[in-house]
């Protein structure tokens, strides 16, 4: 991952110019505190929850927390998208299927970001309809002022503004995941 960088520089992806938005030093803060909550619900359980991070944009986040967990777990991967640009689409295809058994156990789906909660509800649909007995969400953002859904996200990181955002594991286009701080964009979009 890139070296994270002062907050006053602009990027450009693509043809976007992006600002700093959430320095790396925060969003670290951020996961110590998201992973404390999951230890305090887990550690000391004799079962083992499945960690579903949803590639590729949780790798990060999910590299980080994963060695701050105090529990044991497995680990498996499912890749879904919604987002082409910078809109989601609100179409949601499975491009790489889950490879794990989830029947009757606890499944928690780490997420890069929850927006509006479309792709997330329909995972869980997905999970439930395949026999998890429990299923809990840990997000890096959320969106709240566009979340569509009653069901509560159980491990929130940090809640950011209705813009769109880049970097750590976000992208844009599929570029902009390696920035270590999170990138808005810009308003002023001229050279």
């Known amino acids: 991952m890139q070296k994270s960088l002062s907050m006053d520089n602009r ?7 992006f600002v700093p938005y959430i320095p790396n030093e925060k969003l670290i803060k951020a996961i110590d505190n998201v992973s404390a909550k999951l230890n305090a619900d887990f550690e000391g359980k004799d079962e083992y929850p499945l960690i579903l991070p949803v590639l590729s944009g949780s790798i990060i986040f999910a590299g980080h927390l994963l060695p701050r967990l105090h529990f044991n777990s497995e680990l498996s991967a499912i890749r ?11 179409n949601i295809k499975e491009i790489l299927g889950l490879t794990t058994d989830v029947q009757g156990r606890t ?3 780490v997420e890069d970001i929850v927006d509006t909660g479309k792709t997330i509800i329909k995972l869980i649909d997905n999970l439930t309809f395949r026999g998890a007995k429990d299923i809990r969400v840990c997000t890096m953002f959320t969106k709240p002022e566009v979340y569509k859904y009653d069901r509560p996200l159980e491990y929130v990181a940090m809640k950011v503004e209705n813009k769109f955002i880049v970097g750590f594991g976000l992208d844009y286009d599929q570029i902009g995941r390696h920035l270590a701080d999170i990138y808005i964009l810009d308003d002023n979009q001229n050279d």
């Not at 990027?11 to 110019?17: A, E, L, R, V």
């Not at 879904?80 to 609100?90: A, D, F, I, L, N």
């Open 107 to 109: 499944v928690i789906i």
């Open 11 to 17: 990027i450009k992806i693509h043809d976007k110019y």
């Open 80 to 90: 879904v998208s919604s987002y082409e640009g910078t809109r989601s689409t609100g």
